[in-house]
């Protein structure tokens, strides 16, 4: 059964796994994407997270159609920041651009409010309290309820908390960073951070970009489907070996527990102090139901510790992994009237 947890301090109430879009409109159609949302919608998932720049908008707009008739019962987060066309002003943290796309958000949501709206990268070229007041501006005009970021440094995040609170503005409530077994680094500031503020803690890429799927084995071909097998992997040839190793070290824990790969990744990210959400990505409704037996997945202080024998806190396994982002997966399909394609 699904559990709902406060999105930090807010009231909010939101599902422990949320709905990532990414795929949206990248490499899955309408269709897909709406069966993929109402079956998240049949588990008891409530938040659903897209961004102005997957697919150049396209996840947004299939995102508000797939909710229409549910508005009322779901909390949709979306992300501003990152580049959406060629201009100098076409992309950031400024008053000028987070208006704007604010409103093109609405729009391809089909929505006339916003529920999460996060800053998605740290802009080190606007100015804080800039991007603070625009933000607090929204959120008095109501097209936005609470505001959050993605990617963000812990020293920003105090500075934006700092910087609100000395000019009265409402502040973050989340924060958005990537988290698995694969990439635990965040554990050093960010996590610790974010619990002692209060923070929500909304975690993406939950496996790994996709190695913690349970799709890789040393020595096989890697599945034509994947996104290793259409992107390439991103990771240094000879990272593969302490890879692999850590895979096959993780599902003999998962094994032993008689659940899949995913669900113990998942169930491990789940059980980490601080952790609110797994922003995960599933492609079919099979795959995310499958996932989402990480929530009947009890690990005991002995699994805890075995995983961090295998992986050490703070430490990252890959040096890189596929961005899930749809501006870069697949090829977007850009919303009507945008005809150029962001580098």
Known sequence: MMEYLNLGTAGVKVSRFCLGCAYFGALLDADESS????AALDAGINLFDAANAYSLGRSEELLGQAVAGHRDQVVIATKVGRQMDYGPNDWGHSR????????????????????????HLHDPTAPLDETLRALDDLRRQGKVRYFG????????LCQGLWTSDRLGFASFVSEAPAYSLFNRQVESDVLPFCR??????????PLGGGWLSG?????????PDSRFARRGTLVDPSEHERAYDVLEGLETLAAAKRVSLSQFALAWLLAQPGVTVANFGPRTPDQLREDLGALSVTLTDEDLAAVDEIVP????????VPAPGGIV???PIPPSGMTSTPR
């Not at 002692?196 to 890429?205: D, H, I, K, T, W």
């Open 35 to 38: 069966h993929l949302v109402h």
């Open 215 to 223: 799709k890789y084995r040393r020595g096989q071909p890697m599945p």
């Open 149 to 156: 970021t993605s990617n963000y440094p812990a020293w920003r």
């Open 313 to 320: 806190p703070g430490s990252q396994v890959l040096s890189r």
């Open 96 to 119: 000028y651009h987070i208006m704007a796309q604010a409103e093109a958000s609405l729009r391809r949501l089909g929505t006339d409010y916003i529920d999460l709206y996060q800053l």
């Open 329 to 331: 997966i697949g090829d």
């Open 196 to 205: 002692a503020y209060g923070l929500g803690v909304v975690c993406y890429s």
